[in-house]
């Protein structure tokens, strides 16, 4: 079992950054893919950014490469993920997800994530 709680977000203006922190509890979090997903008013949930469970590898939405960064510390059970260069189109609810998935893999698949935290509001205003 893996608890889930995000932090971090805010009202940031266009070209802004904010670091969103996620905060897990249980002995297996250094065994999950973690990843970061968001959801805009009316639309579908959709993914941002993904990690393996050593950190070697990292998986962005096209939407997110070259400005957004995740990161871990398994030492303190805390995923990150480093906004930059924020956009109003960026403003959305921000969800942790962990999932068991294998091989390594990073998925985009909101079903293959077992573990959501209760997301952090971020807004960004032109």
């Known amino acids: 079992q893996v608890q889930l709680v995000e932090s971090g977000g805010g009202l940031v203006q266009a070209g802004g950054s904010l670091r969103l922190s996620c905060a897990a509890s249980?002995?297996?979090?250094?065994?999950?893919?973690m990843a970061w997903f968001r959801q805009a008013p009316g639309k579908e949930r959709e993914f941002v950014a993904g990690i393996t469970w050593s950190g070697g590898r990292t998986y962005y939405a096209d939407s997110a490469k070259g400005r957004f960064t995740i990161s871990r510390d398994n030492a303190k059970n805390t995923v990150y993920l480093q906004m930059n260069s924020l956009k109003p189109e960026d403003t959305a609810v921000y969800y942790c997800?962990?999932?068991?998935?294998?091989?390594?893999?990073?998925?985009?698949?909101?079903?293959?994530?077992?573990?959501w935290g209760q997301g952090t509001q971020v807004t960004v205003s032109s």
């Open positions: 249980g002995r297996t979090f250094n065994t999950y893919t």
């Open positions: 997800a962990a999932g068991p998935i294998p091989y390594g893999r990073i998925s985009a698949w909101s079903y293959e994530y077992d573990y």
